[in-house]
């Protein structure tokens, strides 16, 4: 009988949705454990069964767990109203929707958003001290001289003018977004580009590195949830595209590193991991614990010197760079300022 389930699509109706029966119930999870999926959540069932009737149960289940799309979502896309969404082969999607699946489980038995447990996840090597980080309320921290913040600021805004200098020129259709929060991040800025002739609108989110920290895991996230990034690094003058098709590859093994992390995190199973992080652990009772009281507080900033070289820099190759990122972005665009937005 599950066969015969699996194998057709034939209209079923479903009047009490909170009614789910075995049959249904096997035949999702059925399909599920062979995308890679163990457990199945009464919500998705729920999604998965108010599109059955659109494009058959195999699809269904795909859609819902691994795109992550609603019912209304594939209406649309099974009328041929919305590209399809891809990041890759199928197996990519896979492990990037258990890893998306289990920051929402660790998000429920943590004081934490979903970004920052991405974060920690991403950046914190010892599980014990991620599992204590991504649990606890954040602490009181060190204070940075107000000069990094401007630095940001800056650079934003002189991005953002020279964009819109151009994009206005294109007689493009645009909106910008700022300090957007994203599934898995603060985005720094946004570009939405109005759809035209009938392509679809295109979307563009901007990272901008005033200083010489760089978090490579920040990018896997954004890339993860479908965003094209453009980062922008000034003190070394360099802009770079990132995008998910280029980098599916290492997605999918990045996310199923950070899952089989997240999931024994989950299970109270966190791996001890001494190392340099030893000395700024929150982990008090942990015997490898270095972290000195005197830490927590205290102003960060630059000795003369190195703030003299440091503002230098940064006034050399602000513009420099800025230009380079603009190019980039227009490109990415499809923005001709020559001859208008194609």
């Known amino acids: 009988m599950l066969g015969n389930l699996l194998k057709k699509a034939d209209p079923l109706e479903y009047p009490d949705m909170s009614d789910i029966t075995q049959k249904q119930t096997a035949a999702i999870e059925k399909i599920a454990k062979e995308l890679g999926i163990l457990t199945v959540s009464d919500t998705e069932k729920h999604k998965i069964l108010a599109a059955v009737n659109m494009v058959g149960w195999r699809e269904a289940v795909r859609l819902v767990l691994v795109d992550g799309l609603a019912p209304e979502e594939i209406a649309l896309e099974f009328e041929g109203k919305v590209p399809e969404r891809t990041i890759g082969h199928e197996s990519v999607k896979v492990s990037i929707s258990n890893y998306l699946r289990l920051i929402d489980a660790l998000k429920k038995v943590s004081r934490s958003s979903k970004a920052k447990i991405a974060s920690v996840l991403g950046t914190t090597t010892c599980e014990v001290q991620a599992s204590q980080v991504m649990r ?4 009181e921290g060190l204070v940075f001289d107000p000069y990094y913040v401007e630095k940001h600021e800056v650079a934003k ?13 294109a007689k493009a259709n645009f909106q910008l977004k700022l300090e957007e929060i994203g599934e898995l991040g603060r985005y720094d800025i946004v ?3 109005a759809g035209i002739n009938g392509k679809h609108e295109k979307r563009l989110v901007v990272e901008v590195k005033a200083g010489l920290s760089l978090d490579l895991t920040q990018i896997e996230r954004y890339l993860m949830v479908g965003e094209r990034l453009l980062l922008i690094r000034i003190m070394t003058r360099q802009a770079k595209l990132f995008t998910p098709e280029e980098y599916s590859d290492l997605l999918a093994s990045a996310s199923q590193n950070v899952a089989a992390k997240a999931e024994r995190i989950l299970n109270n199973q966190a791996l001890l991991i001494p190392g340099p992080e030893c000395y700024r652990c929150p982990v008090r009772t942990c015997p490898h614990n270095k972290t000195k009281e005197d830490q927590k507080r205290g102003l960060i900033r630059q000795e003369q010197k190195n703030f003299e070289a440091d503002a230098g820099a940064f006034m050399r190759n602000l513009y420099p760079t ?10 990415d665009l499809e923005v ?5 937005h194609q």
């Open 191 to 193: 570009i939405v580009l």
């Open 336 to 340: 001709n300022t020559t001859n208008g």
């Open 322 to 331: 800025i230009s380079t990122a603009v190019q980039i972005a227009l490109a």
């Open 157 to 169: 805004r002189a991005f953002i003018e020279q964009l819109t200098t151009e994009l206005y020129k």
């Open 136 to 139: 606890a309320a954040s602490e």
